[in-house]
């Protein structure tokens, strides 16, 4: 019986800690800032857009002692679902990534105005949502003056991920770069409509290499690994996209448009941290505000005659002498 009552007080107190510990965890977590993301159409994995905003996240939960969740589009099945999901969560901030979830979240946004969200690429003018978007035609330039320095054949070669406005920029972008070092370099586009599909990359990127095309630029997330996987294979170069995919094809790459979603990101949620506010409308990233650049330039031999054409291009977009398109 003694040892009875013993074993009995003994889990009574395991009990009373474990209710100390979890009261103590409710404390903490509520004293925390959250936030809720819904991820674009490939989720992660796609080694490039969502991949980027959730190094942001973590990141923030690192340094800025945060905390998040995310949905993905293969588990909800529409976006909507994803992001009432997340209010159910009770997030300081819900996040929609990419231009593709904009409908749902602005359906969504309507119906909790008090709740504040963010959408990346794309802008809303509803009042409860700060719109990040990026100059990407300024970083396209960028990687369009390497692609016509690096050229041999003088014809270069671009494969979007959807023939929309938002992918239109960084093919004009580089267009317009490749051409601003050589006019009578041409430019051959392909639009996948998936983002998704690495091997319908790989095919796109086999039909522009047998036109010739020696370099080729890729903004189609998952599928844009596969033009770069098959320039690789082929023997040519390639320009990456978003983050530094240098990694996925180590003998093509060499450099990406970086696309800065993960220091944006960061930078929002760090601001929320410190005042609990976040800026209204659209903040729009490019070349002088750090959101997008190039990755470091690798695999050609690059000489500082090319660098220092490539930098002054850069001062000339920065400080407004050229007007990229």
Known sequence: ?????????????????????????????????SVGIMLSDVGLGDQSFSDAAFTGLVRS??????????????????????????LKEDHDLIVGLGFMVQEDLEKVASDYPKQNFILVDSVSELPNITSITFKENE???????????TTSSKKLGFVGGADVPLIRKFLTGFEQGAKAIDPSIEVVSHFANDFG????????????????IDVL????????VGVLQEAQARGKLAIGVDSDQFFFA?????????????????????????????????????????????APIRVIPYSTIDQEELDEWKENIMDGTTTVK
């Open 197 to 212: 599909n690495s091997e319908l990359g790989s095919q796109l990127a086999k039909k522009l290499m047998d036109e010739e």
């Open 217 to 224: 630029y890729a903004a189609a997330g998952l599928t844009g």
């Open 250 to 294: 180590e003998k093509a790459v060499i450099s990406s448009m970086m696309k800065n979603v993960d220091i944006a990101l960061y930078n929002v949620i760090d601001e929320y941290v410190k005042s609990s506010k976040i800026p209204s409308g659209n903040i729009e990233l490019g070349l002088m505000e750090g959101g997008v650049g190039l």
């Open 1 to 33: 019986m003694k040892n009875n009552r013993f074993l009995i007080l003994f889990i009574t107190i395991l009990l009373l800690l474990a209710g100390c510990s979890e009261q103590r965890i409710s404390v903490d977590m509520k004293d925390k800032v």
């Open 61 to 86: 939960r690192d340094e800025l002692g945060i905390v998040f969740s995310y949905k993905e589009l293969s588990e909800t099945g529409t976006y909507e679902k994803g992001l009432l999901e997340l």
């Open 139 to 149: 970083g396209s330039f960028l990687a369009g003056v390497l692609a016509a320095q």
